[in-house]
């Protein structure tokens, strides 16, 4: 009953460097988020997806890229890492817009 | 967009006491959560309720729509119930809104 799991839970970059975080949900739930945490900002919604194929822009989606080739997938990607990405974030997924499961987190740390 | 305000953004108790976190939103919703986050761990969800009263152990959540405002009480509070407490807001088909979070700490 594994939820949804975010992979990997801990990486470093260093600025210009590139890399792809994975959110994998088991429930068969339509809609998936990402969001970013930062002190004293809350959560904040990056990118999401209502469906398999579908993306749509957040609050924050400058720097970031998605995909959701699969319905159990969504994907992060940061094409040129900056000091100013480092967060930590979060995945969610819902079979509506009334609720949210959450991963662990990623902690993201670009030098 | 709805703005989710909540008071205050750090909270210090000592064991025992009754707690209570605030939560306003500017704008007409279907539902709100309160959501627990405890240092370094996931988020999950403690209730979610679109009128009146919610209660489960010693955690109690209140809404008044129309003056669009929440409450999450924790009565006989205790360390373990350190954590950041956040709400988020429904309104139709968007996404989940949520505010910057309360940080609690219980001190024993």
């Known amino acids: 009953n594994a939820g949804v799991t975010q992979t990997p839970k801990f990486r470093v970059l260093k600025t210009g460097q590139s890399m792809t975080l994975l959110c994998a949900q088991d429930m068969n739930h339509e809609y998936m988020y990402w969001y970013r945490q930062d002190p004293g900002m809350g959560l904040r919604l990056i990118h999401y997806?209502?469906?398999?194929?579908?993306?749509a822009k957040g609050e924050v989606p400058d720097g970031y890229n998605v995909s959701r080739l699969k319905k159990q997938n969504f994907l992060l990607g940061l094409e040129s890492a900056a000091p100013s990405q480092t967060s930590v974030y979060f995945c969610?997924?819902?079979?509506?817009?009334?609720?949210?499961?959450f991963g662990q987190g990623t902690r993201l740390t670009v030098v | 967009k709805n703005e989710v305000e909540q008071s205050p953004q750090n909270l210090t108790a000592q064991e025992g006491e009754f707690i209570t976190i605030n939560c306003s939103y500017s704008v007409g919703i279907s539902a709100l959560h309160w959501l627990q986050q405890h240092p370094g761990g996931g988020i999950v969800s403690l209730f979610m309720l679109s009128s009146g009263k919610k209660k489960h152990g010693r955690l109690i959540a209140t809404i008044n729509i129309q003056e669009k405002h929440s409450s999450l009480h924790i009565t006989a509070s205790h360390p373990r119930d350190s954590a950041v407490y956040i709400c988020a807001v429904v309104s139709g088909n968007t996404p989940l809104v949520f505010g910057k979070g309360t940080r609690l700490s219980v001190i024993a």
């Open positions: 969610a997924s819902s079979y509506t817009t009334t609720e949210a499961f």
């Open positions: 997806s209502v469906g398999e194929g579908t993306t």
